[in-house]
């Protein structure tokens, strides 16, 4: 832990000496020992007779025999050779049981490359697997020259979609530079039901009504085609486009696809049923379900799957820690998934981000800063529109929770304008409005406010947690229009739906907003408990940066409480007067004054006015002055 807190601030020992930049860091970071790199590029900057006879002295001076096979391999690179392609084809799969999978591909192209001419099936297995292992590792260069060699070997439909979906795979999320990939598949797939697994592509970068009709065509030819695993992940895809788009019954159709009983490492357990069945769990906060499901894939991902599965599992398993209000196990889950980004060499939008928000509610607001920042910039350069977006939302939320209304209000504004023409149609994939509606409460945008609450969708049910959140931001909104009663029952009524899902932090930061609604007008008793109610939620999930957040309100409150006799004696001031006083005295400005006291800029210049009439002053040093003399 101390090592990823060096780690996020930029302090500690570089990874293989490369300097205590993180992202600097992650792009040096490699699977290899250094050494073995070392002798790699001196062979790699010879001549071609040169590297040749390198790696033949290297594979008998190279003690481990995988290795010792791939330089025996590089050192043919022109000739067949039946013999050392089964060796080299031997030791790929060895390094692939080891969890190399970069070094796999990379002996299953050489395999391929050494297997007699005559043999043209075998060796066209061998790009495809060659391929297939390229994706897991992400090593995309590589996946382009196994996909290469398979379109050279006058492949079926289904075998060359599946080498140019192994393109597309070792991109992960940053798809920008495979736009065309996928319309190459689609006219491949035209008539081929095996073909139409192209559907199992990451479709974020296209059409989700054309991704949904593709894979309900999919999932119709994979069925009269006999092809349950097609079958299965065509229905996986068009149970998560329905879900997306609230359109058609998916739950219905995860069923059908769950039905099936294939195996979920037999399609890469992201890609499962399975999978998504337990992030449906989380959509819908059914989180004991949603852990089960979870806790049974993470031990076939570490037995089956790849290191991308694992960190998957893992962040989904943060997700359902943080909704349940275990800060603790979140941050370890978070930490994980994260850790093993950075040795993998994945993308760190998707880790930065599950780490950001475990830090939000277990570790520190600067911390999720720092990780929301680092995953936005990783997901914007390489093309990773849904994760850029999930960190834009982390910092926003962070930036609303410790005052910062201008910097939340910038985030959510960025996100939003991203967001706007893929905004799934089911608010709770991706809950981030209702923290932009409360930012924009608070920075006195009320019409931009009021917009937004008007995007909620009519199919969304008000009783859920998702509704709840929505239900919480409409009452901020209304208290700002004068109806502060029927904004504090709307309040309790969303507190009462997030107790009955089990989400604490969410009851929690309801009784927040409760009591800062209650302080602003002065109900100090009904605000003491609406604050206690939320620390003592907040102490039992040791969810540490609100707990200091709501311990302030409570100081605040018993501070201005032991003090109001001396207040009243202020030139006969209010209590939000002499608060207000107080606040620009030490130096506040309006907007930092209108966010500490969660009232609108216009409402403190308004306030200020009283007070300099009532006080006699003009000028906010005079104000101090005033404020000394009537205190001494």
Known sequence: MAD????????????????????????????????????????????????????RSLAYAEADPVHAVRHRALSRPEATDPCLAEDTAEAA???RADGERALSAELFVLAAELTPVNRPALRLSRFLTAAREAAAAGDSNLARRAANAVAASRPTPA????ALLAVVDSHSQALAGVAGLFERCRRLASSDPQSLAAIRANVSNSDPHEALGAARKAAELARSAGRPALEAASLTMRARMERVLN??????????????????????????????????????????????RLTVLLAVAEQHGQEEDLVDIWRSLAEVEVRSGACAKALAWAGKALDASVAAGLSLGPACYTTALAQSTGGSFAAALRYAAYGERAAREE??????????????????????????VTAFALLDRTEDSRRPADPSVFRWQPDAIEALVAAGELTSAQNMILTFPATARQDSATGAGWTRARALLLDRAGETDRAVELLHAAAEVFRRDGLPLEEARTHLARGRIQRAHRRQAAARTAFQDARDLYLLARAQPMLATVQEHLDRLDGQGRSRSREEGRAGLTDSEARLADLVSRG?????????????????????????????????????????????
């Open 4 to 55: 990823r807190a060096a780690w996020a601030c930029g302090t500690g020992p570089g990874l293989l000496g490369y300097g205590s930049d993180p992202w600097c860091r992650w792009r040096t970071c490699r699977r290899y020992w250094v050494p073995r790199a070392l002798a790699d590029g001196v062979v790699g900057s010879a001549g071609q007779q040169e590297r040749t006879d390198a790696h």
């Open 588 to 632: 506040a400005t309006n907007q930092q004054a209108a966010q500490q006291m969660y009232i609108s800029v216009k409402t403190v210049e308004s306030m200020l006015s009283r007070i300099y009439r009532k006080l006699r002053v003009r000028s906010r040093a005079q104000l101090l002055a005033a404020l000394l003399a009537h205190t001494g």
């Open 93 to 95: 799969g060895r390094a």
């Open 247 to 292: 359109e058609g019954d998916s739950r219905a159709t995860l069923d059908r696809a769950l039905a099936l009983d294939v195996a979920a490492e037999a399609d890469g357990i992201a890609n499962s049923p399975q999978y998504l069945a337990a992030r449906h769990a989380i959509f819908d906060d059914r989180l004991a379900e949603a852990r089960s």
């Open 159 to 162: 075998e060359h979609v599946a």
């Open 383 to 408: 093309g990773d529109v849904l994760h850029r977006n999930r960190n834009l939302w982390m910092a926003g939320a962070v930036r609303l929770h410790t005052g910062d209304i201008n910097g939340a």
